[in-house]
């Protein structure tokens, strides 16, 4: 006979990986409707948030009660622990994410600024760590999570790069500062993403191997344990 424990605890990890599922699509076509110049994809991001809103609140919910209700130990303790964690992350990428569909619908023409600033290598990468920190949660994948963290300062250097770039080209152009400032937020939100990947691969590496890598340098080994 199961445990009321483990019945809440189900629960909370049916309900975080639809948050998973649903954020990653978020992200996945947020992005696409800028590489592609489609609003309809950035509308669909939209009308999604409120649902990502929700998944945010039950789980708030159900962590509360397994703490108010049992006492967890170790890894179920652990779990619930950074399942909090993670779950904010997550409705942060979901804010993230509608963020950068408002501002594609605003932008116009950008494909030969987004050929001169990288921009495709920035959003594969933001891409892939968004999803492989969402897969290492889902498959308690601490190798998968290291090679999240291993990736945020490359993400980091070519947005700076991509960043500095815009900013030469409004100061030459006037008639580019609308366009600029949109794309310059539209780069730090990726870099935004990043980061938040890099939080959640960082709960999942606790979870898992029971350590805390916050604020260290990711360049660590097994040793490190």
Do not use: W
């Amino acid at each position: 006979m199961e445990r009321p424990f483990d019945i809440q605890l189900e629960k909370l990890k049916t309900k975080l990986y639809k948050m998973c599922s649903l954020v990653d699509e978020q992200v996945e076509y947020a992005i696409k409707s800028l590489e592609d110049m489609n609003p309809e994809l950035a509308k669909i991001v939209l009308e999604r948030d409120s649902k990502v809103d929700k998944y945010d609140d039950k789980i708030e919910r159900v962590c509360q009660k397994l703490f108010a209700l049992n006492q967890p130990v170790a890894m179920d303790l652990r779990y619930v622990m950074s399942a909090l964690k993670i779950n904010s992350n997550l409705e942060r990428v979901g804010d993230l994410a509608v963020n950068i569909a408002h501002l594609s619908i605003e932008i116009y023409d950008p494909l030969e600024i987004y050929q001169q600033i990288n921009f495709r290598e920035i959003s594969y990468l933001t891409k892939f760590m968004i999803k492989n920190a969402i897969d290492s949660f889902i498959r308690g994948d601490a190798e998968l999570a290291r090679q999240v963290l291993s990736t945020d300062d490359k993400l980091d250097e070519l947005v700076q790069s991509a960043s500095d770039i815009i900013v030469q080209r409004m100061k030459l152009s006037k008639d580019f500062i609308d366009q600029g400032l949109k794309i310059y937020s539209i780069l730090q939100e990726m870099e935004r993403l990043g980061d938040h990947a890099t939080n959640i691969s960082e709960e999942v590496y606790f979870i898992v191997k029971a350590q805390s890598i916050k604020h260290r340098s990711h360049d660590f080994d097994d040793s490190d344990e």
